[in-house]
C-alpha cells in the first residue's frame, strides 16, 4: 500500500552531478526518518544520508561536503544532491523511509526498488 520510487540515477563522469529523488506514495499518516543507502558491487551496503523529520542531516564520511540531503514533507519526497561524483560512488542507490501508513497506525521501515548510479570516465 506505501511504497517509494526513486528516480534521477543514471550515468555521469567524474566530477559531474546527480540529483535522486525518492516519491513516497499510499495512504500514509506520517513519515519521520527518511535516508540514502547505497550498494556498490562486492561491498554492503551502507548508510549514504540520513534526515530526520525535523530537517537534522547526518552524512557517510565519504560523501560529506559533496552530498546534500533534503525533503519536501509537503509532497511526501526525499531528495539527494550528489556534487563532484566519484567513481567509488558507482552503485546502486536506494531510500529508506519509516512510515506510518493510515491502515495499520504503526510503524515500518519502508524501501525502494533502486536506482543505479554510475560514474565513469
Known amino acids: 500500500q506505501v511504497q517509494l520510487v526513486e528516480s534521477g540515477g543514471g550515468l555521469v563522469q567524474p566530477g559531474g552531478s546527480l540529483r535522486l529523488s525518492c516519491a513516497a506514495s499510499g495512504s500514509i499518516f506520517s513519515i519521520y526518518n527518511m535516508g540514502w543507502y547505497r550498494q556498490a558491487p562486492g561491498k554492503q551496503r551502507e548508510r549514504v544520508a540520513a534526515?530526520?523529520?525535523?530537517?537534522?542531516?547526518n552524512y557517510a564520511d565519504s560523501v560529506k561536503g559533496r552530498f546534500t540531503i533534503s525533503r519536501d514533507n509537503a509532497k511526501n519526497t526525499l531528495f539527494l544532491q550528489m556534487n563532484s561524483l566519484k567513481p567509488e560512488d558507482t552503485a546502486v542507490y536506494y531510500c529508506n523511509a519509516a512510515i506510518t501508513a493510515r491502515a495499520t497506525m504503526s510503524l515500518s521501515h519502508y524501501w525502494g526498488q533502486g536506482t543505479q548510479v554510475t560514474v565513469s570516465s
Open positions: 534526515i530526520t523529520s525535523g530537517g537534522t542531516t
